[in-house]
Every structure is written in C-alpha cells, then in structure tokens.
C-alpha cells in the first residue's frame, strides 16, 4: 500500500547525488588512498590452456626497489567455488592464482607488489612464465565432443550442467500442429563494460583485527560472506565498502577471486593493497556475457496459435563457474523463460552449459534474457512469415491476456499490459510500417520495422533461489530509517548505488511514508558497517524490493509518530495524517503538531512520550521479492534503413512501450530505459568479444571491443503503461534490466523485415547485413 | 626526471616526473584531482578530457613531461564544489548522467563547444551535437539526456547573450 496521498512517490525530481559527481568530487575506487599502500600488478595467461612447468621470479632480486610476489603455491587451497547444488553439475573451482594449469588467456598466474604502480607494472614484466600447451577447447561443439581434453581433472567431457525443464503434453501440440517451424539463433559473446573498470583496495588492522576492503561492486555484503568463509576470518570483523562505482550493470554483480586475493594479500604483507583493473585486464579476465545458441522448434494451429515449443540451449560458459549465480545461471533461465508473454501449455526445454578455454560467463544486465528474447521473438516472426500473417496480428492472437495467469512451467505472471502494450506500439508506428513495405520495390535502400514483445521476470526472491539450488540462496533487500532529533531522516539501504538514482528515490518514498521532504532524507549505502545486510543491486530489485522495504521501514516510524501526535492531540493514531511537516488531526487541520517537535519528543523530552512508550525513531525492515516474482512487459520497436550496396545500417527510431507497475521518479525510469536500450543496441549491432582458433582473445582494446557512441544512435523514445503490482509493497515491478532485453530481437526483426529473409545472428554489424542483403543485389 | 611547471586550475607547481608518466596520473595523484576519471588508457573513451591550453585533450595520451609551461583546467575548476556551471546544471535537469564516471570528460569536452554555439548565437542541431561528443563514451545514459542538456546550455547562453 502507497502513502495515502503520494506526493513525491511519481514525481520527476531532480538528483540529489549528481552534484558530486559533476564537480569532480565523487570518490570512486581508484581514489582510496592509504598510508604505506602497495600496488599490485597481475602476471596473467598469455596461453589459453597448459601445464605451468615453471613460474621465475628470480628476475625481481635484480631490481633496486622493493618487490613481495606470490604465485598459485602461496594461494594454494584458496579458490572461488560457485556450485549448483544437482548432481548432473561437474564442479569446477577457480583457484585464487593458477595452480598448475592455466585455462584462459588472462587468467591471473601471479602477482608482483611494488610501493608504486609503474614500478609493480615493471617488475610484473620480469616474472616469466613457462607453459606446456594443451589442445584448447574453443567452441560449443569442441566442448560438446565427449573426446575433447577436460578442462579439469575428473570431469568427463566438458559439458558442465545439463538440464530439462517441461510442462504439458508436446507430443500432442505436435500431433496437432499444422505447421512446424524450427529454426536455430545464435548471440554472439559481449559484456557491460562499465566506464569504469573494476579495483579493489584492503587494508588489515592488526589491533582491532578487521579487514577493510573496498571494492567496486554492486554486492558489498556478499563479498564479505565469502571473504569470511574462504579466509576464516568472522563476518563481524569484515568491513567491504563500495565507494562510488562507476557503472556495474551486472558485471560488478559477483564476487571475484581478486576481491579475496587483495584482501589475502593486505593480511600477509601487513600493508594496504591496491589494485585497479586497466582496460585490457578488464575486457579479457572480467566476466564476459550471452554466448548462446538456441534451437527452437515451435508447433502452430493452422489458425495461426502457438500450441507448443521445444528448445535446446546451449551457452558457451567459458573455463570457470561464477559466484554467486554459477555456470548454469545463464542456461538455466533461457529455459524459464522462454515461454515469454504467450498462451501456449506444452513445452520442452533442454539446456546446458559448456566449459571452453575463454573468459567466464557472468551476469550483465537482462542476464541470459536478451538472447532467449532475440531467439524467441525472432521465431515469432519466422512463424508469421511461413503462415502470411502480420508479426503484430500474431502476436496480439497468441499473448496472455488473463492475469493472474500460470504458465506451462507453473509461474503465475501478475497483472500486465502485453495487449495494451503491442496495440500501443503499432498505433505508434503505422507510418513506418508504409514506408517499410513501400521500399520493398527498392533494391538499393530498405526500409524494416521490428519489434519485441517480451516479459521479464523482476525481484526475484528467495523461493526462486531455493528451485535454483544456486549460492545466491537468497533475495532480500532491508533498509533500517532513523528519524534524528531535528526530524532529519537516514535510510541505511541493502542496495548499492551506481547509477541507479537511489539517493533520490528512496528518499521519495521515504518522505511520503513520513510527511516530510525528500531533501530532508540522506541515503546511505554499499558500507556494511552501516547497512543491514542484503544481496546488493542486481536483478531489477531495487525499486519493487528496496523501495519496499524503506517504505515498510518508514511506515513503523509513522506509526509511532502518529501514536505521539495522538496523545498530544487528543486523537486518535489513526485519525493523525502525517504531510508537509506536520501532523494533523483528520478533518481538522487547525490542530496539529510539527514532525519535527515529535522527532524530539521522541528522542529528548522523553517525558512527554505516552506512558509505556520506549524513546527512538528507528526502524529496521526487509522485504523479499514474491514467490515467482513480479512480471514487467514491454514492447520495443526499431527501424532500420538499410543501404542494400554497402550493409550500412541506419537505426532511424527506436521506440519503447513499457510497464514496471508504479513508476517511482519519472525521470530516473526514463533514464534507466534509455540507457538499457542502447546497451541493447551494442547488443545488436556492434559488440563482440572475438576469439581465435587458439583460443586468443581478439578485442582487448576499445577499438577492437565497439559500443555505441552518441552519433549511431536517434533519440529513444518512452511510453509508459502502469499496471501497478499486488505483489510488492509499492506496487512497483523492477525496471532496471528490460531497456537491455529487447533491442536485439527488435533490430533483427527490423532487418529481416527490410530485407524479407530470416536473420539467426548478432551482431548485425555492416558487414552481417551486407551478407544478409546478397540476394536483392543479386548475388548468389 | 624531468622538471616541469604546471598551472593547474589556478595552482603553479613545479615537479619532477619521470618521462613516461601520464598527465592524467600526475592531476590524479600530485594535483589530488579526484575528477580526472580514467577509463581506457588507450584514447578511446574521453573519460580523462582535460583543457590544455584551453583545449580539450586526453589526459591519458598525454605524458605530463610534454606540458611544461601549460595552463591545465579539470572539470573542479568549471563551476566548483556545487557544479555551478550552466552545462552542468543542464546536465543535473536533463538526466545527463548516471553513475557518473564518463561525466568529467564530456562536460570538459562539450563546454567548448557550447561556449562556441553561443558565441555563433545559434542552436545546434542533434546530429551535430552527437558528433561534437562522438569521442566520448557513456555506457548508462544511452545519450539522450546529455543531448538534451547541451540543448538546454545553449539555450541558457543564447537567453542571457539576447
């Protein structure tokens, strides 16, 4: 339930925290300074899988400045384990350094400390490596092959994990079908890639015994976990701060190996260490994304319904499991999701992760989304056109349109607006739809429109981590709010900014609960030291979840200040409305008191409090997201001119439709859609982490690695729809991810539509679409 | 080492640094200029934009050793501790930002340019403002509302010059 009247709840206030971060006053990580700190350098893989014969330090003794250097045997037994807890999962651990093996270009082998980070580059360049080969496993179908070389010891094969999923009767929908349509989709390996690269900085106090450790992550409580389960050292002497971070976007969303090694490092050489990621170590050794192939077999009505689907899903895992949502996350939630916004009850999903020799596989924002939703709304399309129906016509036959609705694995999907939603887009973009068939004459420029229609599944909570049986276990987020003396308020927030804009709106929602501004409220977060444990920014929980619970946290400080004001008044609690500052009778706006004098009784003329009542203003709240969580939808529509002579690909509109239930601030949704989008559009058309035959990383640079840059892309424009949530406290759906999810399927639905011919690959760079365009210049 | 003297934000230093040693790592380090981000090290991402001379350039291409003599600006000289400046203030209203890391760069990088326009007395289209940050990545925003802000700081400039 809302405040009773919001009044900052929907409102477009400007940031409270882009002052610093416009002055230059920010502090991000690579601004901790301590006294006596040492910078560390890594000595990582130049060969993508081999025996280590020989690591030689002895070259460091020459130098006229102090070195410490550790290798994978001072490390040993320290490592990153991120198991799913079902048998069919081959474990494989991460070691801290590499001990013995190497299994991908980048892997850290060594570290070299120097009290300088010139100095520590230098002397890193002097550490030699002596490696013995071993055939790489490079591919989904080299892994998928029974003889090729485990990558670890004991395994058989490298498939890691695979699974089924099902529900309903397909050999029936089959039987039924009139048409079968099967087609195979591939998304290509990309990441986040923040603006800034990651870091960490640890420092140990031998005489209170606790480790600080700062890092630039979007889950400061979980690093500590696993910091205290790996090193052995109690959670209560583990502080992790996460300073201001320079964009995370699911990359900064697990713990790392380097995260406990800094930490390790600070223990054993008595003195801070800091280390700072650069560009290439980020975009080689980080956590890289997507990597999928789908086949997809769908069985259609001769009417035109979608009765049933089979899918295999494969993901190219790269060499290590990730903490905390494991190799078979990404897999795993393809086949969930899969069934997508459609009313269809029989279904099949198999699904796998495979261990090649490359980067792992990690979150980044939509997480395993963007891909099932370019595979699934591809294939929406590739049905219509096999039966000569329009992709919106068939779309609008086939959604849900019944809320609560059970899907064919069980979810129940909350009240949505995926009719509504699709109407809206094509309203939108009729006149695009003309000139698109009206260039089909043409077979120099083309014109296409697509879009996507797709769900996601948002603040997902601990039953869904439970079925997952994965090390994230769980979902909550808590906020615990004080009321000072003087009425000022601090939240103290599980979530981690970085971005986000959650200085301003959890301050909103505060500031409705208790009648008061929100510049009056100081958010504070990404410090366990001060903030009630939680999961961190991930997963489009910040607003449904975080939002709640501050919400909730803040209600129980009402509460009391109105059972104050009651006694005082002559009232009443619930009589007592708390708005602008005061509180007043109901229906009696001439008796009133000022918040800010209750604060004070509250907490200084205790006297005055009503009998029996204990003194403060503090509260402590967590809400966890829903058994199955809570269903955003969105339609996203693209446009593309196509000059059929050179591939160039102009992305002339994209257009969002969006629904995430209540909208908190306006301007910070906007802003979170749009960003996602082009991230999206990366997706589609321009980013790929590129390998050789050897396993050698291609794009270590950003020349090689593309993203959008402002001239590619047109303005994104946004449209809401609010079906507010029965689900979560505010109403609110997560919307942090969904910008990212759609643009894929949308762009390549806009270039197969140009070009009538199926598309099955990102990214749709110029040269991909060029190929695609053969057949118009009439090549064969 | 080298000795040289920089004119930073107002502030004469003289130093020495070795020869190698990055522009951006000496206003960082020597100057405790918090708000020089580096994002790539290679040039890539405009991240790092400093004025030089009253010119935008890349402070992570730039050994410090080759500015001897130079007047340096950061984005903590623009519109001080509360981010003053029109441009910044546009980007406050507009949404230009997010996490805030790439924001130093582009407001060093786009001030020129606006401070141009007004001095032209006309509004930019936005095609020629997105090629005015085209050496500048933002990974959140996706753009928008940094096209926006310049619009409105042009806008500012131009209301206050009529």
Redesign the interface.
Known sequence: MKAEQPRHIGARI??F????????????I??IRLPDMLHLNFVRAETAHANIVEVDTSGLADLDYPTWVFTGKDTAGLSMKAHQDYPEMQYSEQPLLAEGKVRFVGEPVAVVLAEDA?KAEDAAELVFVDYDPLPVVGTMAQARDPESTPLFEGWNGNVIVQRQMKGGNLEAAKAQAAHVIRRTYRTQRQA??????RGVVASFDTASRVLTVWSSTQMPHLVRTYISEELGLPESRIRVVAP??????GVKGQVFADEVLVAWLAMQTGRPVKWIE??REHLIASIHARDHEHTLEAYVSADGRLLGLKADITVDNGAYSTFPFTSAGEPGMVGKVLPGPYDFQAYEATFRAVATNKCAIGTYRGVARPSAVFSQERLVDDIAAELGLDPIEFRLKNVVRQFPYRNVLGFTYDPGSYAEALEKIRELLADDIAEAAASRNSKTRRIGVGIACFIEQTAHGTPDFTRRRVPIETGYIAARVDMSPDAGVTIDLGLQN????LETTMAQVAADALGIEPKDVFVRHGDTMTTPYSVGTWGSRGGPLGGGAVHVAATKIADKLRAIAGHLLQAKPDQIVLAEGKASVRDNPGSFIEIRRLARIAQRNVDQLPEGMTPGLEAHASVDGPADGSYANAVHAAVVEIDVETGKTKLRRFVVVEDCGTILNP??V??QV??????GIGSAMFEHFVYDSECQPLTT???DYL?????E?P??EVHHIETPTPLTPLGAKGLGEGGAIGPAAAIANAVANALEIGVTNTPLNTDAVWKLARHIRGQA | MIEITLEVNGVSKTLQV?P??LLADVL?EEFR??????????G??G?CTVHLDGTPRLSCLTFAAQCDGASIR???S??????ENTL?QA???E?G????????GF?MTLLPFVEEMVVQKRMPD??E???A??G????????????AAVRKAVSTGLEAGA
């Open positions: 400007q940031r925290e882009d002052i610093r971060l416009l002055s230059g006053s920010a502090r991000y690579d601004d010139y986040g890639v923040p603006m800034e690269c201001d971070v320079g964009g995370g976007f650069d560009r970085h971005g986000q804009g301007l910070v906007d802003g749009r960003g996602g989008v082009v991230q640079s950003f020349a993203m959008p840059l402002a001239p892309i303005d994104i | 070795e190698r040693r960082r200029l918090s708000g020089v981000h580096i994002g790539c090290a290679h890539a991402c991240c950061t984005v903590e623009v519109g001080g501790p509360n981010a910044q980007f406050k209203s949404h930002l997010q996490c805030g890391y790439c924001t130093p407001i936005d095609a403002i997105r090629e940050m085209s500048n990545i933002c990974r959140c925003t996706g753009y928008h509302g940094i096209v």
